[in-house]
């Protein structure tokens, strides 16, 4: 260990079982650690920095807005949240926003206003909720209450209730855990950390059929798959499903902590109120200028239909491989959001070998190799992956 690790071992909480890297600066898809090895960036800091690392309009924009004012709380106005609230409406055609510092605090946002848009139809407080097994919305109580997975939930128990999971892409199971007491069905559009699966747009459409039925919100967590990721500004757009509520963060800021909960205007005219919710910090002016900044550079520079247009070539490039290694059993994914599921030995030896190549991959689920490039990469950069990730293999 150098002394960085042993000096982050010897404060941090052990949370994390942290690779023995070191990352110091980036530049562009690539990342160096302290001893100035190069890595190719197919992680992104977890589906973050979709614009690669040192873009100058972004980092400029960052550096004017420190020395401009950096917080004031949400007691007053600010410019780039009056900016960045309008840019994201406007690319999300939905309603209004409610900023947050996180993805799953995105998530807890959309939890109360599916709770008040309930209660306030019917004055119940036993109001539920379907969620899918093997999904994950975040760390936090309502978030984890709502994440498919028992290993993250048991010790924290009790969470909070009327959760009901259902079993993704089967429509069946989630009529089945309707009730009258149902008030929100949430689901990713694409699962991320469950293991890289994308909704069936049948099963999309017919969650919609059922909540429009029943008088349900439909939430998507767009959190991972959102941002361009699929080739589509926010990945149900493709599907033509609107959700009542979307949640956002990961790439939204591109690296500062910021989320947000979008909703359409019926659920914004008829759930949170005045004192309802709040955050000291969220969508404060550094992390908007951040938000209205890459909103900015993705209109701009169509990363969006980048991702669309190379998206071909990379599952190609896969497809490839899936054919040629053993190991390699199948892909599934949209866009730049790839997973490989891995079979005879673990993921994790793979995700090693890797970063001992020179390329930075993360696992999904138990046996998937998960690549969340930054969105920015050429077939290039996807040549070199794939010479590394075959090395590996
Ligand atoms: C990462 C993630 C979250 C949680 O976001 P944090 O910013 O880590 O709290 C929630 N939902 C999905 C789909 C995610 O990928």
Same mark, same amino acid.
């Given at each position: ?12 909480? #052990? ?158 199971? *989630? ?80 690296? *500062? ?48 239909? #980048? ?14 491989? *899936? ?27 793979? *995700? ?42």
């Amino acid at each position: 260990m150098n002394k960085y690790m042993e000096q982050t071992e010897a404060n941090v909480l #052990h949370t994390y079982n942290r690779f023995p890297l070191v990352l110091e600066k980036g530049k562009g898809v690539y990342l160096y650690d302290t001893n100035g090895k190069e890595y190719l960036d197919f992680a992104a800091g977890i589906a973050v920095f979709a614009l690669g690392y040192g873009n100058e309009t972004y980092n400029h924009a960052l550096k004017d807005q420190i020395d401009q004012l950096i917080h004031t709380s949400n007691l007053y106005y600010n410019i780039p949240m009056a900016e960045a609230s309008e840019k994201l409406v406007k690319v999300s055609g939905m309603d209004k926003v409610f900023f947050t510092n996180s993805g799953t605090e995105a998530v807890e946002g959309a939890i109360k206003v599916a709770r008040k848009y309930a209660w306030l139809k019917d004055r119940r407080t036993d109001h539920e909720i379907i969620a899918m097994k093997h999904s994950f919305h975040g760390r936090s109580m309502g978030a984890l209450s709502v994440t498919g997975n028992t290993h993250y939930q048991e010790p924290f128990k009790p969470l909070i209730g009327g959760i009901r999971f259902a079993e993704f892409n089967n429509l069946k199971s *989630v009529e089945a855990e309707i009730t009258n007491k149902t008030c929100a069905v949430i689901l990713e559009t694409v699962q991320g950390e469950g293991g890289i699966y994308p909704a069936d747009k049948e099963f999309l459409e017919g969650v919609r059929a059922l909540c429009d039925a029943h008088n349900m919100l439909l939430i998507l967590d767009e959190i991972q798959c959102g941002m361009g990721r699929t080739g589509h500004m926010f990945a149900w757009q493709e599907y033509g499903v609107k959700p009542d509520v979307m949640t956002c963060a990961k790439a939204l800021g591109c690296g *500062v902590p910021v989320g947000a909960f979008v909703l359409n205007k019926k659920t914004a005219e008829n759930s949170l109120m005045p004192g309802d919710h709040g955050t000291t910090y969220g969508g404060n002016p550094l992390v908007c200028r951040a938000v209205s900044t890459v909103l900015d550079i993705f209109e701009e520079e169509h990363v969006a239909l #980048h991702v669309q247009k190379t998206t071909p070539y990379l599952e190609k490039k896969l497809d490839e491989i *899936v054919n040629e290694f053993d190991c390699v059993e199948v892909r599934r994914g949209k866009g730049f959001m790839q997973g490989l599921v891995i079979k005879g030995k673990p993921v994790g030896d793979v *995700v090693n070998k890797a970063m001992e190549n020179g390329l930075l991959v993360i696992s999904a689920g138990t046996d998937v190799l998960r690549l969340v490039p930054p969105l920015v990469i050429t077939e290039t950069d996807i040549d070199n992956m794939i010479e590394k990730l075959k090395k590996c293999l």
